[in-house]
């Protein structure tokens, strides 16, 4: 979608605005490259001061980082997930534990409250997850990781929680890579199986145990991993 031409009033805000959601879209993905100043200008019917000041303040934001002499190149989606990367940077462990605070109240919940279409759609991205896992297509097999454990706290049904971890996407998929890298490759993965079942079962303080345990067992690994 072509960014629009903004009005007269307020223009800082309206360029920071489009361009958010030419962020969050994914019409300009993370790590890539955003469009060059001057086509911005002409993009936006603004002078280059306006653009510049929103890249600021977007880049203040943690949405996108400015790279001297290389351009400016998208960072997260979301202003609650640019904070956080800046916050915990290459702190795995911090992440980790953001992540079970989050992941194994959702366990819980979603053993309560899925549905059958939580379900279908959780076997799903779980055996694409696993045979991605088995054919070592590992970019694959973070794609689907990530996506199932937002969908585990989807099924929570409960808004908040869900929009908390989507906003956290980027750093979930940072952390699943990173954890990928912790286990060789070679050994096998940790199995998701457990809390997908206890969530079918209807067992909330198993699928909450199961939460739980595979993110204490990712901690220890890399606990161990910096020792």
């Not at 100043?37 to 890249?55: F, K, Q, Y």
Request: proline share 3%; with cysteine; aromatic share 2%.
């Amino acid at each position: 979608m072509p960014l629009a031409t903004t009005r007269r009033t307020g223009l800082v805000d309206q360029v920071i605005e489009q361009m958010r959601k030419a962020i969050s879209s994914g019409e300009w993905p993370v790590g890539q490259r955003i469009p060059a100043e001057p086509e911005l200008v002409s993009a936006l019917g603004v002078g280059r001061n306006t653009v510049r000041e929103a890249v600021r303040a977007l880049a203040h934001a943690g949405l996108l980082e400015v790279r001297q002499g290389d351009g400016t190149f998208v960072r997260a989606t979301s202003e609650l997930s640019g904070a956080v990367r800046r916050l915990v940077g290459d702190e795995l462990r911090e992440v980790l534990e953001v992540r079970r605070t989050l992941e194994v109240e959702g366990a819980r919940l979603a053993a309560r409250h899925r549905t059958a279409e939580d379900i279908a759609q959780l076997e799903a991205v779980l055996a694409e997850r696993n045979q991605a896992a088995a054919e070592q297509a590992w970019e694959a097999m973070i794609e689907r990781d990530t996506a199932f454990h937002l969908l585990i706290v989807q099924s929570s049904h409960n808004a908040l929680l869900t929009e908390l971890h989507r906003g956290l996407t980027e750093v979930v998929r940072a952390s699943v890579a990173a954890t990928v890298n912790i286990s060789p490759r070679e050994s096998g993965q940790i199995s998701h199986d457990g809390i997908l079942d206890a969530v079918r079962a209807g067992d909330p303080e198993r699928a909450a145990c199961e939460a739980g345990t595979f993110l204490d067992e990712l901690l220890e690994r890399h606990t161990a991993e910096r020792a």
